[in-house]
């Protein structure tokens, strides 16, 4: 999966197959050093783009400022 965006309450991610509404999700970005080693999302929407799928998920817990600034930094690194 890759990231799409992301904001406190919940992410979006690209994927290469269509997921469910409410499909329980666990994510554990690989070198990830957040509060907790996995982030839990149900899966709300999901749209075609091109050959993927973009879904939007929501989290089980909002993220705390500190977690979503790890997660900022978190992206920056890996999308280069």
Same mark, same amino acid.
């Given at each position: 999966a890759k990231i799409v965006n992301f904001s406190e309450c919940g992410i979006a991610i690209l994927l290469n197959q269509? #997921?469910?509404p409410e499909?329980? #999700?666990? #994510?554990a970005p690989i070198g990830? /050093? =957040?509060s907790c080693s996995i982030l839990k999302a149900v899966v709300t929407h999901a749209r075609k783009k091109d050959d993927n799928w973009i879904? =939007?998920?929501?989290?089980? /817990?909002?993220?705390?400022?500190?977690? #979503?600034?790890?997660l900022t930094a978190y992206q920056i690194k890996h999308s280069r």
């Open positions: 269509q #997921l469910e499909a329980q #999700l666990e #994510l990830w /050093t =957040g879904h =939007g998920c929501k989290f089980e /817990t909002n993220l705390s400022k500190a977690d #979503l600034e790890k």
